[in-house]
Antibody, heavy 120, light 107 residues
Framework: QVPLQESGPGLVKPSETLSLTCAVS????????WSWIRQSPGGGLEWIGH???????NYEPSLQTRVAISIDTSKNHITLKLTSVTAADTAVYYC??????????????WGRGALVTVAS | DIQMTQSPSSLAASVGDRVTITCRAS??????LNWYQQRRGEAPKLLID???RLQSGVPSRFSGGGSGTDFTLTITNLQPEDFATYYC?????????FGHGTKVEIK
């Protein structure tokens, strides 16, 4: 297990940008994929996207126009930005390290999650 | 997108029971299927990857199988700590998708 810690504002206003950081401790970020997943209250898991240490990204198509995931290996963190948020974006947001690659991989290590509420 | 359909959405079982959860993919995903357990208030935990590979530390009462479009997660001799929600997830496509989850409740 790799310690992962999500952080960011717990409350975001509608139409604004949600921004979260996932800090990775105790391990190099190189040669890994890193994912963001979210879970709405009482709902299931939704994959948001993942980023490779080189910066290559893949996004869930329904979020693609609003989402950006980036990686900073010098600071050992991954960032999630989601623009033009609505109440439907209220969720617990998890970051996770992928074992394997973007194809055939699995989410082997998870952070504890960060609850983000979208409300005015 | 590849759609993942889990069934049942919930089930009630007793300690010691054997339960089976199924997951069906809308397209052939070979064996690129993972299973996660999520207890209430916790982050998900990887149980099985590549359809049947049990993760280190996961009890042997958990097993997975299947390939192509049809997969199963079986729990034999259900224990109190197994009451949780289980999710399947495909990684055949670079665009990953989860099933909607199966909640295993105490009868």
């Amino acid at each position: 297990q790799v310690p992962l810690q999500e952080s960011g504002p717990g409350l975001v206003k509608p139409s604004e940008t949600l921004s979260l950081t996932c800090a990775v401790s105790g391990d190099s970020m190189t040669n890994y994929y890193w994912s963001w997943i979210r879970q709405s209250p009482g709902g299931g898991l939704e994959w948001i996207g993942h980023v490779y240490h080189t910066g290559i990204v893949n996004y869930e198509p329904s979020l693609q126009t609003r989402v950006a995931i980036s990686i900073d290996t010098s600071k050992n963190h991954i960032t999630l930005k989601l623009t033009s948020v609505t109440a439907a974006d209220t969720a617990v947001y998890y970051c996770a390290r992928v074992r394997g690659s973007g194809r055939g991989g699995s989410l082997a290590s998870w952070g504890r999650g960060a609850l983000v509420t979208v409300a005015s | 997108d590849i759609q993942m359909t889990q069934s049942p959405s919930s089930l009630a079982a007793s300690v010691g029971d054997r339960v089976t959860i199924t997951c069906r993919a809308s397209d052939d995903i070979n064996k690129y299927l993972n299973w996660y357990q999520q207890r209430r208030g916790e982050a998900p935990k990887l149980l099985i990857d590549a359809s049947s590979r049990l993760q280190s530390g996961v009890p042997s009462r958990f097993s997975g199988g299947g390939s192509g479009t049809d997969f199963t997660l079986t729990i034999t001799n259900l224990q109190p700590e197994d009451f949780a929600t289980y999710y399947c997830q495909q990684s055949f496509s670079v665009l990953w998708t989860f099933g909607h989850g199966t909640k295993v409740e105490i009868k």
